[in-house]
């Protein structure tokens, strides 16, 4: 499965942005990591297909919104309200299955494919 991000760009503090990922074929999980400069990547959104299980990162949570297409194998995360914290490069992930666990969606490990990554920049 390969995936493919879009969206991204340079944005003001308190402005919106999307992101879109398109999966080659199915999965089971699919969700969001970033990586801002001179940290460790860490979790955003996951989101299982088949069920309503959707965890969010407690700092995007009420701010970004992921939401699917099964049909398109795709996600989309709408971010509003941006910060220059979550200026990062984010990526894609996905797993060919559901995760048993709610902490297994939160652990990049888990996650067995990966998108290219696209640059979000928010400016103060």
């Known amino acids: 499965v390969q995936l493919q991000a879009s969206g991204g760009g340079l944005v003001q503090a308190g402005d919106s942005l999307s992101l879109s990922c398109q999966a080659s074929g199915r999965t089971g999980v699919m969700g969001w990591f970033r990586r801002a400069p001179g940290k460790e990547r860490e979790f955003v959104v996951s989101?299982?297909?088949?069920?309503?299980?959707?965890y969010y990162a407690n700092s995007v949570e009420g701010r970004f919104t992921i939401s699917k297409d099964n049909a398109k194998n795709a996600i989309y995360l709408q971010m509003n309200n941006l910060k220059p914290e979550d200026t990062a490069v984010y990526y894609c992930?996905?797993?060919?299955?559901?995760?048993?666990?709610?902490?297994?969606?939160?652990?990049?490990?888990?996650?067995?494919?990966w998108g290219q990554g696209t640059l979000v920049t928010v400016s103060s």
């Open positions: 989101t299982n297909l088949n069920s309503a299980r959707t």
């Open positions: 992930a996905a797993a060919s299955r559901p995760f048993a666990s709610m902490r297994a969606y939160y652990s990049a490990g888990n996650y067995v494919y």
